[in-house]
């Protein structure tokens, strides 16, 4: 594929750290790069406390563990969103509660969040879909006045702020994912932060067995979560330049909504006092069948293209007899365009071009 949906850019420093790593033969759970990492990654988003897992999904099923979360628990969870935000949730035997969402900003619909918690209610998961900030103000506020948790997936988000504060530092606890097509990578990874000590620290014992200060003593039944010092390495190298990045994906993101303005399409609004990471570059057509033929048309020059996700609610194990009409219209609109640090600006323009080609004969 001439143009895939995302790769990651790869810095002279990840070389650097990685080959150190390996002549150091520290190449597993222990080593310095994991603390280098952690340190730099809580320094970047002013949080207290930061603690790296082996992937996202890691990352949030540890905040809920942490949280105390279990049977006979409900989080309140968008529909419209990847679906380890949902299946963490039944990891830990709690039941999601489907939200819809807001058809500018595609996140979960805020004014539906109250007549949706009950007696059983221990959470709220705030989903930033593509990077985009949810409206933390209202969810914050929600939280503190229902006496229930904020869990932040910035799995998508980071870099994104909201009232000039970065995601993932609203909540009591939040989680980051690292996989390949994120805005900072280490191959696969995650990371949980939070300013509440003990929260961090449940996590740092839960994704290591359990484990308590006395070696091989375990007082209840841990994970095996932990990053690889390799991983923090390259996650260390990236940290690094991620102003570099989003600076990059932000331009990129800008030129495409330039190129197209003359399209039938819709780009995902921002919230309001929100400023985005561009995540992706996600766009919606006038109907489904648009979307499809939109997306074969791109693929046949070369551009890949990824619809965006179904909702959870549609899933056979979840199979929820609740209406989501938001969601689901957005799901079957919706699209994801190439956006990676080193698309140039021509190879843009060259994309849009192949957009603008197809509306003109449709």
């Known amino acids: 594929m001439q143009y895939p949906i995302y790769k990651p850019k790869i810095f002279p420093n990840t070389q650097k750290y990685v080959n150190d790593c390996l002549n150091t033969t520290w190449i597993s759970s222990k ?28 990352a949030l099923h540890i905040c809920l563990c942490a949280l105390g979360i279990g049977e006979g628990d ?34 979960l619909d805020t ?8 007696k059983k209610t221990k959470a709220i998961m705030a989903v930033h879909l593509y990077g985009n900030p949810c409206n933390m103000h209202a969810i914050r506020g929600l939280c503190d006045k229902r006496g229930i948790f904020l869990i932040e997936d910035v799995a998508e988000g980071l870099g994104s702020t909201y009232e000039n504060q970065f995601l993932g ?26 300013n509440n000590k003990e929260i961090i620290d449940k ?43 989003l600076n990059r994906k ?51 020059s070369g551009v890949e293209t990824r619809p965006l996700f179904y909702p959870a609610h549609t899933m056979p194990m979840f199979n929820s007899d609740g209406s989501f009409p938001v969601a689901q219209n957005l799901s079957d ?12 600006n021509k190879d843009v323009v060259k994309i849009s071009a192949c957009i603008n080609e197809f509306f003109s004969f449709n």
């Not at 530092?169 to 939070?194: L, P, R």
């Not at 609109?333 to 140039?344: A, E, H, I, V, Y």
């Open 74 to 107: 409900e989080v309140i969870v968008p529909t419209f969103t990847y679906i380890a935000s949902v299946n963490t949730i039944k990891y830990v035997g709690a039941e999601p509660v489907f939200v819809d969402s807001d058809i500018d900003t595609w996140n």
């Open 111 to 118: 004014t539906l969040l109250d007549g949706l918690i009950t």
């Open 203 to 245: 996590v740092a014992s839960l994704k290591n067995q359990g484990s308590t200060e006395n070696k091989y003593w375990y007082e209840e039944v841990g994970y095996n979560y932990r990053m690889t010092n390799i991983c923090a390495a390259i996650g260390l190298s990236q940290i690094e330049q991620v102003e570099l990045i």
């Open 250 to 300: 932000k331009e990129i993101a800008e030129l495409y909504q330039k190129e197209l303005k003359e399209c039938p399409l819709d780009f995902q609004n921002t919230q309001l006092n929100g400023v985005t990471s561009y995540w992706l570059v996600s766009i919606l057509t006038k109907d489904k069948n648009v979307r499809d033929d939109l997306s074969n048309f791109l693929n046949k």
């Open 31 to 58: 080593g310095s790069y994991i603390k280098k990492f952690e340190t730099s990654f809580a320094n970047y988003l002013s949080v207290n406390y930061a603690t790296s897992v082996n992937n996202g999904t890691a």
């Open 333 to 344: 609109r919706g699209m994801n365009l190439p956006s990676f640090p080193d698309l140039s």
């Open 169 to 194: 530092t609203f909540g009591d606890v939040a989680s980051f994912s690292f996989f390949g097509n994120k805005t900072i990578t280490t191959g696969e990874g995650g990371m949980v932060v939070s």
